[in-house]
């Protein structure tokens, strides 16, 4: 069953660090988002991406974050410079055809800042 | 008012028995609803998709009422497995972004 993966599982870095955290979507899927969950809190969206553009993006995902698409497989998540709040797990997801069907979600990447 | 409330739980429950959920949403242009699991540090993923007015696999039943605005799940003779959190999810399509509540945790005991 194809799945979306993520690169890499657990990311320490230091406070002030940049961070790119890698996705690689279902092959076909059309539309990406990214979500972060910090411990003990629900599934928060931050952003979500098609037709190679920001299509949503919510409070959270302010100037310090960006995503970029620069092949046709990866779809990436940059935070350029972390601070302790930004410590969570940070999950990626793609659907088909947006949010009419469901989203298949990766394993997700713990990133925790020192 | 929110748009998924849920029961956050946790219901506890001896293996074997009938558990049912509750989730209500306050947009009536909800067209789909998805029912996610989600285990403790991992990602939510899709256990029900739901269309019309229900859809059931296997153990798991899934009913919506649209004139409530409710929508439940239904879980026949539980496992030990079954112990994830569940999360309610509706969608308009369209531009609307899946928002995911706290949902409700299940702890079924031996």
């Known amino acids: 069953e194809p799945e979306v993966t993520q690169t890499p599982s657990h990311q320490v870095t230091q406070m002030g660090q940049e961070v790119i955290l890698r996705c690689v979507p279902i092959?076909?899927?059309?539309?990406f988002y990214w979500y972060r969950q910090i411990l003990g809190q629900k599934v928060e969206f931050l952003v979500s991406f098609y037709n190679n553009e920001i299509s949503e993006k919510s409070e959270i995902f302010d100037d310090q974050f960006s995503v970029e698409r620069p092949d046709g497989s990866n779809f990436t998540l940059k935070i350029r410079s972390t601070k302790l709040e930004d410590s969570a797990m940070y999950f990626c997801?793609?659907?088909?055809?947006?949010?009419?069907?469901?989203?298949?979600f990766g394993s997700g990447t713990q990133l925790s800042v020192l | 008012r929110k748009e998924v409330e849920q029961d956050p739980g946790p219901f506890n429950v001896p293996e074997g028995a009938t558990v049912a959920f509750n989730c209500t949403y306050s947009?009536?242009?909800?067209?789909?609803f998805f029912w996610y699991r989600q285990d403790c540090r991992k990602e939510p993923k899709l256990l029900m998709s739901v269309y019309s007015s229900g859809n059931e696999d296997g153990r798991f039943t899934a009913q919506l009422n649209r004139a409530s605005q409710y929508i439940s799940l239904l879980i026949r003779d539980s496992k030990l497995s079954d112990s994830a959190t569940y999360l309610c999810?509706?969608?308009?399509?369209?531009?609307?972004?899946?928002?995911f509540g706290r949902g409700t945790s299940l702890i079924v005991h031996p």
């Open positions: 997801a793609s659907s088909l055809q947006g949010t009419r069907e469901k989203l298949f």
């Open positions: 947009n009536s242009a909800s067209q789909s």
């Open positions: 092959s076909n899927h059309l539309y």
């Open positions: 999810v509706p969608s308009t399509g369209g531009s609307y972004i899946p928002t």
